[in-house]
Structures are given as structure tokens and as C-alpha cells.
């Protein structure tokens, strides 16, 4: 729970890594790809932004946020 903890609070300081990642899965999407792993999407934010650091610890936190706007819509 203590890094579950910390991501949140990186996310709040650091709203930017989520909109990068909701922008790589748009464009996943529109080139047909449905499934993907959180892990390949961190690592392309990581190459494409290399000013963002992100904790790998935090990557869970990314995958239970993704899951929750899917099934809310946001």
C-alpha cells in the first residue's frame, strides 16, 4: 500500500504522465491494437518523454487507473 500511496501522489503532482499515457492508447487504438500491458505503455512514455520519471513501483498504480476509466468511461 505504501507505493500504491506514493504513485497517487506522484499522479497529483504529475497529472501529465496520465494524459501521455491515455494519448498512447489512442494511438494504439487506432492502429487495431486492443490489448496491451502497462508495461509497454510506461516504457514508451519514458522514451518519448524522458523528462518524466517514472517510479516502476508506480506502474500498478497506472493499470488499476486504467482499468477504473474504462469501466467508468473517463
Known sequence: MK?????????????????EIKKIVRRARARGINKWSIEGIVNIVRWERPDLKINNNYKKYYALKSAASIVTGK
Not at 3 to 19: G, L, M, Q, R, Y
Open 3 to 19: 507505493h500504491f500511496n506514493k504513485a497517487k501522489i506522484f499522479d497529483e503532482e504529475n497529472p501529465e504522465v496520465w494524459s
